[in-house]
């Protein structure tokens, strides 16, 4: 059997070959670099679930220890392997169903192998495909020397689950990070190793809540366009800080308005809106990621920067997002839904518009 301290010794001999310096400019041409690998347990079928029984379950078993999910090694496919095989799952944002699909197979020997180098003319990465880093748990494990929005987002959660020492947000995973995560591992009886694995990600986004995603409790997609409604195709913001949207928008925009109109008198709070859509308070991309997903346009909060590449380039004809690494904003149909520069009313819902000087601009497509 496999054990923990083997799984280390592993992703060691991966981080040493990361850390390799480039041999001059042959380096921005070099192939990608394999570390080199131990022996993983092998899965001869494709999909396995509740009621298996074999080697094939002993080496699933193995694999989800591998990769920081707890589990006994029994051969058997029974309760405590079903929802190991839903940690993992929830981990590596798949379906969460408790079966070994060929899909959590395929992500779970990928995690188990550890972190992939690769040189490139941008210098050492992990991984190939750009997409993988875009959000936490679809690259597995991270390690010290990655970068990319993934590691930004879990230096995002970290703050979020109480660690004040946690690195501000950037996306380059150093020795601050490292040190972040002990402090969670340890605060949280796990492995105190400094690198993310599916049970240190399982265990952060539980810490910081996970209601914040489809029908989820409070979920705010529930279609209503109970807003009244003005002639035209401008919104409208009452005295009392309420928008009221305009009868030839399309029913997203009315959707987005009333889904806005919920939370317009919420205070400010810093992450509020991120780990559950019922908070006590909403930060600027918690209180956008909301009204938008009062239309259905994106499944869970992200970050102000997780919106760069949303939707289409530049202004929309009813809802353009404004938006850079510290704060974002939209205008719907008009008018501003931000937490900046709110009036005396405290609403988010706004008639004056501002600069967009240093924001990029997106709009959702269609709109």
């Known amino acids: 059997m496999l054990t923990q301290i083997k799984r280390k010794a592993?992703?060691?001999?991966?981080?040493?070959?990361l850390m390799l310096p480039a041999a001059g400019a042959a380096a921005a041409t070099q192939q990608p670099v394999a570390p080199t690998q131990q022996v993983l347990p092998k899965i001869h079928i494709k999909q396995m679930k509740k009621g298996a029984k074999g080697p094939d379950v002993t080496s699933l078993q193995q694999l989800l220890g591998l990769v920081g999910i707890k589990v006994e090694v029994t051969g058997s496919y029974l309760s405590k392997t079903t929802t190991a095989v839903r940690h993992f799952q929830f981990a590596a944002r798949l379906a969460v169903n408790g079966i070994a699909t060929k899909a959590t197979l395929r992500a779970l020997v990928t995690a188990a192998k550890g972190p992939q180098p690769v040189e490139s003319s941008g210098g050492t990465v992990v991984g190939v495909d750009p997409d993988v880093t875009r959000k936490l748990g679809r690259r597995i494990p991270l390690v010290k020397g990655m970068s990319g929005p993934d590691v930004r987002e879990l230096q995002t959660y970290l703050r979020r689950a109480g660690d004040k020492r946690s690195p501000t947000p950037s996306g380059e995973f150093g020795a601050a990070t490292v040190a972040a995560i002990q402090r969670f591992e340890k605060k949280h009886k796990r492995s105190v190793?400094?690198?993310?694995?599916?049970?240190?990600?399982?265990?952060?986004?539980?810490?910081?809540?996970?209601?914040?995603?489809?029908?989820?409790?409070?979920?705010?997609a529930d279609g209503s366009t109970d807003v009244p409604l003005v002639p035209g195709s401008r919104a409208k913001v009452t005295r009392a800080g309420l928008a009221i949207a305009p009868e030839d928008a399309p029913i997203e925009v009315q959707q987005i308005i009333a889904a806005g109109n919920r939370i317009a008198y919420k205070p400010y709070k810093w992450g509020g809106g991120h780990g559950s859509w019922v908070d006590s308070g909403y930060d600027c991309s918690g209180t956008v990621s909301y009204a938008l997903r009062g239309a259905k346009l994106l499944s869970s909060p992200e970050a102000s920067y997780g919106f760069f590449n949303y939707g289409s380039a530049g202004k929309g004809k009813w809802v353009t997002l404004y938006t850079n690494s510290g704060h974002i904003y939209m205008t719907v149909a008009g008018i501003r839904f931000d937490t900046s520069g709110r009036g005396s009313n405290g609403s988010r819902w706004q008639s004056a518009m501002r600069s967009s000087s240093g924001f990029k601009v997106r709009h959702p497509t269609g709109l």
């Open 10 to 17: 592993f992703i060691g001999t991966a981080l040493a070959a």
């Open 193 to 220: 190793d400094g690198i993310l694995d599916a049970g240190d990600i399982y265990a952060l986004r539980v810490a910081v809540g996970q209601d914040a995603s489809p029908g989820g409790s409070g979920d705010p």
